[in-house]
């Protein structure tokens, strides 16, 4: 491997790895949110033990999603430092925000709201919570909004061969991040919806607190049906944003070789798909679906890969420039394909797990109906096995978006300004494969040890169950509590 290679294995790893904490955080603080504030308005003990037990696994989440964020600021300084003096005037400014503003109030407020439950009053305590799950929910899209703008660069002018910014709220309001962000929601509310059934049905399964476990899974399932509906909504407005904002991306999703008119969809394509020419590929396809996801029209013609290859060289070039910085690629003829098998699967794998996680929701409404208790030992199992799904299906969702823009690490804009774009292999620092490889082996093993951390305290917390946690009036409205 090349420097190259090495510095997306580390970027890949460190990045997927901390986004399995970022939507539990999101979806789940947003949860604890709303039961603390059913606790505060009914005054039902049941609610205040779901808001402290499910409260405590946040926490937990939280700082390890903390930990391992930081490092990503550093990646832009280790192994991308091209990318980010190319970028820097405008992609700073999106992260600063998310720096200085949102995670600024998320920790501040986490921090009121765990040690002030026996100091602050109760409505401000509330409040609390819900400054912290609003900041996650601001961080998001302060994020998003810098990574559309390198899927789909606006709010800026080319200046001595670098964008700078014109226009903030262009890039805070480009339509990418507009489409984006409700997808992103929607799926932060899947990874908590399915963590609540998933402990909450094994609890259940245990006979103790039957009526608190209980609501927790009846909660979670209904949750993530909705969010399931959200994510199929606003993953077809996304899509049908992509096939004209970056269109070998979706045609590399579908393995769409040559143009099509009508196109259909491939549920599944049997042999080779690594080839551009697809010569050895078998589709099963319904027909004229693709046109319709795509452009809303059952006829409308969908661009294949290799025409569209065609229209890249003509407007990005055929070859890499003569640059020794660019190592082997130096000179040589742009791949302007993605990786076709992981497109291609990524986007199934992603669509499929969201599926099986809607069906485990609705089998879970299903079997607990009615004030019923399921007691038979698949069940809990299932459940269990059943938080994995939105987990895996929000990471290879991150892995068709950024493999599928490749060889650019900023995206063309087609109807933006000539010169905002950049190949990955431009973007990698002038660093050794030595050097590159000893960080990617030093972070892929720390971070090995915070996975068994944080799942072996989520395993020991979850195992302990409730704490006996009764609230007792104090003057002023303010709380203490008995342990």
């Not at 910014?165 to 991040?177: E, K, P, Q, R």
């Not at 809303?296 to 569209?308: C, M």
């Not at 000539?418 to 990698?428: E, L, P, S």
């Not at 082996?441 to 090995?448: D, H, K, P």
Request: hydrophobic residues 50%; aromatic residues 12%.
């Amino acid at each position: 491997m090349d420097v190259l290679d090495l510095a997306r294995w580390q970027f890949g790893i460190t990045t997927v790895y901390h986004f399995l904490m970022v939507p539990l955080t999101i979806g789940l603080s947003l949860l604890v949110a709303g039961m603390q504030t059913a606790w505060v308005r009914t005054g039902n003990p049941r609610y205040l033990a779901m808001t402290k037990f499910w409260g405590k696994l946040l926490m937990i989440n939280f700082a390890m999603g903390v930990v391992t964020g930081i490092v990503q600021e550093f990646q832009f300084g280790m192994a991308w430092s091209e990318y980010s003096r190319f970028v820097g005037d405008v992609f700073g400014a999106p992260l600063a925000m998310e720096g200085l503003v949102a995670f600024f109030v998320e920790s501040t407020f986490l921090g009121l709201w765990m040690f002030g439950w026996d100091r602050l009053p109760k409505r401000v305590h509330l409040a609390c919570v819900w400054a912290f799950s609003l900041a996650t929910v601001a961080s998001a899209y302060f994020i998003l909004a810098a990574n559309s703008w390198m899927q789909h660069p606006v709010g800026v002018e080319l200046v001595d061969g670098r964008p700078q910014l014109t226009s903030i709220w262009a890039v805070l309001g480009n339509s990418t991040v507009l489409a984006a962000f409700p997808h992103a929601i929607f799926g932060a509310f899947a990874v908590a919806a399915t963590f609540l059934v998933g402990i909450g049905a094994w609890r259940l399964w245990r006979a103790k607190d039957e009526q608190i476990w209980r609501s927790s899974v009846r909660l979670g399932a209904w949750v993530g049906v909705v969010a399931f509906a959200g994510l199929a909504i606003s993953g077809d407005l996304q899509s049908k944003l992509m096939f004209s904002q970056q269109p070998m991306k979706m045609a590399s999703a579908e393995a769409l070789c040559h143009t099509e008119q009508p196109a259909g969809f491939s549920v599944l394509a049997l042999g080779d798909v690594s080839s551009p020419d697809c010569e050895n590929v078998k589709s099963i396809t319904v027909p004229a679906l693709l046109s319709f996801l795509a452009k809303g029209d059952f006829n409308a013609e969908v661009s294949g890969v290799t025409d569209l290859v065609e229209q890249y060289r003509e407007r990005y070039g055929t070859n890499y420039p003569v640059d020794p910085r660019l190592g082997e690629l130096s000179g040589q003829p742009i791949d302007y394909v993605p990786n076709l098998p992981v497109t291609y699967w990524s986007f199934r794998l992603m669509i499929g797990l969201g599926a099986i996680a809607t069906a485990a929701g609705v089998a879970v409404l299903w079997l607990t109906r009615r004030g019923r208790m399921p007691k038979s030992r698949w069940f809990p199992r299932l459940a269990l096995a059943s938080i994995a799904t939105p987990f895996l299906a929000n990471s290879f969702g991150w892995i068709f978006t950024e493999m599928g823009r490749q060889p650019f690490v900023v995206a063309p804009n087609p109807s933006g300004v000539d010169g905002v774009w950049m190949f990955t292999a431009r973007a990698v620092s002038g660093l050794t494969v030595g050097e590159v490889l000893t960080s990617l082996i030093a972070l892929t093993l720390v971070y090995g040890v915070l996975a068994v951390v944080e799942v072996a305290l989520i395993r020991r917390y979850v195992r302990t169950g409730l704490e006996p946690a009764e609230p007792e009036e104090k003057s002023g409205d303010t709380l203490t509590f008995a342990y």
